[in-house]
T-cell receptor, first 112, second 113 residues
Framework: ETGVTQTPRHLVMGMTNKKSLKCEQH?????MYWYKQSAKKPLELMFV???????ENNSVPSRFSPECPNSSHLFLHLHTLQPEDSALYLC???????????FGSGTRLTVV | DAKTTQPPSMDCAEGRAANLPCNHS???????VYWYRQIHSQGPQYIIH???NNETNEMASLIITEDRKSSTLILPHATLRDTAVYYC??????????????FGSGTRLQVQP
């Protein structure tokens, strides 16, 4: 357990479904991140939140919608996804964007 | 951020030292070298970072050349659990709080029994 908890660990959803991924950290960090890792590809940054404010959106399609209600929780709302969105979705947190990023174990998403 | 170059894969015998190289010839004076690793299907894990001095912690040692154009991550006694993808990342201290960490393809280290 790294201190960053992601749920669910695995998710299978249809293209017309709406689901949400949850990330929680109790490390006292003030920055949180969503990354996507497709098969055999490097991690891709999706969204960055600093002090609950979104500071970076890396040209992510609108079918992915992040939400950060407080500095400890981060959500990724999913709707009308495509099969190519199947990937490992990783959440991370850090203090002031510093080197010590702590990652969760990820959610393995399969879109059918 | 300065670009880094790492070999795509390496093998190491269990119990021996694993030396993972990284080239960062365009590194600038305020850029740190960071190392993370990712064990299969898990999130990346921070290992170590340094500016110009060699660094050591309980996980690894980081050796940075005097001209700072390359570095080596050393796992002194590799175990099977060290099998992972290792990422070398160069990042400016000015990016702290402004730009998030980005990852390349890394080096896939396979520790052989």
């Amino acid at each position: 357990e790294t201190g960053v908890t992601q749920t669910p660990r695995h998710l299978v959803m249809g293209m017309t479904n709406k689901k949400s991924l949850k990330c929680e950290q109790h490390l006292g960090h003030n920055a949180m991140y969503w990354y996507k890792q497709s098969a055999k590809k490097p991690l891709e940054l999706m969204f960055v939140y600093n002090f609950k404010e979104q500071t970076e959106n890396n040209s992510v399609p609108s079918r992915f919608s992040p939400e950060c209600p407080n500095s400890s929780h981060l959500f990724l709302h999913l709707h009308t996804l495509q099969p190519e969105d199947s990937a490992l979705y990783l959440c991370a947190s850090s203090q002031d964007g510093n080197y010590g990023y702590t990652f969760g174990s990820g959610t393995r998403l399969t879109v059918v | 951020d300065a670009k880094t170059t790492q070999p795509p894969s390496m093998d190491c015998a269990e119990g021996r030292a694993a030396n993972l190289p990284c080239n960062h010839s365009t590194i600038s004076g305020n850029e740190y070298v960071y190392w993370y690793r990712q064990i299969h299907s898990q999130g990346p894990q921070y290992i170590i970072h340094g500016l110009k001095n060699n660094e050591t912690n309980e996980m690894a040692s980081l050796i940075i050349t005097e001209d700072r154009k390359s570095s080596t991550l050393i796992l002194p006694h590799a175990t099977l659990r060290d099998t992972a993808v290792y990422y070398c990342i160069v990042r400016s201290v000015m990016d702290t709080g402004r730009r998030a960490l980005t990852f390349g393809s890394g080096t896939r280290l396979q520790v052989q029994p």
